[in-house]
């Protein structure tokens, strides 16, 4: 195995978490990230930001036991409190991608995230 490959089967849960792809540095575009490995261009991570948002909903349904739009109140706020804390919200459009996921309206989760934020 070359350290390329080892490289980027470090990252691979990595990229599952992101919703993200590894591609070859001869297939990079600009929007991609390109990261070394001892000191020579290895890999280009290419990102889908509403996959990433997706990916964080699907890793939150996982771990709370149930579809956003099952939860209880309670629970949708839970899930609220785990994606601000893990940057979610710092994505365009994840307030309406995550309204979606759990059937509320923007309105709501801005209400959730309001109250999660003046409670810390």
Do not use: C, H
């Not at 890793?59 to 804390?85: C, F, H, N, P, T």
């Not at 994840?94 to 003046?118: C, G, K, P, Q």
């Amino acid at each position: 195995m070359t350290q390329r490959s080892d490289f980027g089967a470090a990252l691979e849960p990595l990229l599952l978490v992101l919703g993200a792809e590894a591609v070859d540095v001869a297939e990079a575009t600009d929007s991609d990230v390109v990261l070394s490995w001892d000191g020579s261009p290895t890999i280009a991570i290419r990102l889908d930001f509403s996959e990433t948002t997706a990916a964080q909903v699907r890793s939150v349904e996982s771990e709370l036991g149930g579809k956003l739009s099952d939860l209880s109140r309670e629970q949708k706020q839970a899930a609220i409190r785990i994606l601000d804390d893990r940057g979610a919200f710092a994505l365009r459009k994840a307030i309406e991608d995550v309204a979606d996921a759990m059937s509320v309206s923007r309105i709501t989760i801005y209400n959730y995230l309001n109250a999660i934020r003046d409670s810390r």
